[in-house]
């Protein structure tokens, strides 16, 4: 079974550009989320999707993120404009989700360089 | 907002030796209590869960949880150089919210 696959795996984007990370979830899950991972701050929750409806948002990343879900295959997270502290290893997971538990599966991440 | 909190940051420990990790969080209501590892340049892997109070035992590991104290660990036993990683403890939130992680344990095994 494929897993999640996300890409690109890195990129380096100037101050100021419009980045999009890509992410496809693995097939059948009806959960999708979108995690931003640094040394400091651990794993920050960006967004949760379930069935294609947004569930929860990180308040903190309103502004200049937006993850979409395009179709239940595959989703977006667009950072416009991209600052350099939002170099970051960005994580997306998704989940077959019943009431109370739900392992994640993770893909292996893109590599945000903001210079 | 639920909060995950884990000790030691660090850790290392000698090959065959057990491995000890410790996580507290800040809602008794709180569900089920996950840990996952990661490798270097891997996303995390789902390694155990547990929901109920007391311990759960898959192989080398053991994970126990006290709901009063609010605590939950994680014992690797026979710790081997592939046990090297880092370890993150997750708990779901109330009302179906997504996993909130801690900033997670480096675990190194000496051979």
């Known amino acids: 079974d494929a897993g999640v696959t996300q890409t690109p795996r890195h990129e380096v984007a100037e101050k100021g550009q419009t980045i999009i990370l890509k992410c496809e979830p693995v097939?059948?899950?009806?959960?999708l989320f979108w995690y931003r991972q640094t040394k400091i701050q651990g794993l920050e929750l960006l967004s949760y999707?379930?069935?294609?409806?947004?569930?929860?948002d990180g308040g903190a990343f309103k502004d200049r993120f937006k993850a979409e879900m395009l179709n239940s295959s595959f989703s977006t997270l667009k950072i416009q404009p991209t600052e350099p502290k939002d170099s970051a290893v960005y994580l997306c997971?998704?989940?077959?989700?019943?009431?109370?538990?739900?392992?994640?599966?993770f893909g292996e991440g893109s590599k945000l360089t903001v210079l | 907002q639920e909060k995950v909190q884990q000790s030691p940051e660090s850790l290392i420990v000698p090959e065959g030796a057990m491995s000890s990790l410790n996580c507290t969080f800040s809602?008794?209501?709180?569900?089920s209590i996950w840990w996952y590892q990661q490798h270097p340049g891997k996303g995390p892997e789902a390694l155990i869960?547990?929901?109920?109070?007391g311990n759960k035992k898959e192989g080398r590991l053991t994970v126990y949880l006290n709901r009063a104290s609010l605590h939950v660990s994680l014992h690797i036993r026979d710790s081997q150089p592939s046990d090297s990683a880092v370890y993150l403890c997750?708990?779901?939130?109330?009302?179906?919210?997504?996993?909130?992680f801690g900033t997670g344990t480096t675990v190194s095994v000496s051979p």
């Open positions: 997971a998704s989940s077959f989700r019943t009431e109370n538990t739900g392992q994640l599966y």
């Open positions: 097939s059948g899950h009806n959960d």
């Open positions: 999707f379930r069935s294609k409806s947004l569930m929860e």
């Open positions: 809602n008794s209501a709180s569900q």
């Open positions: 869960s547990i929901f109920s109070n």
């Open positions: 997750a708990v779901n939130g109330q009302g179906g919210r997504a996993l909130i």
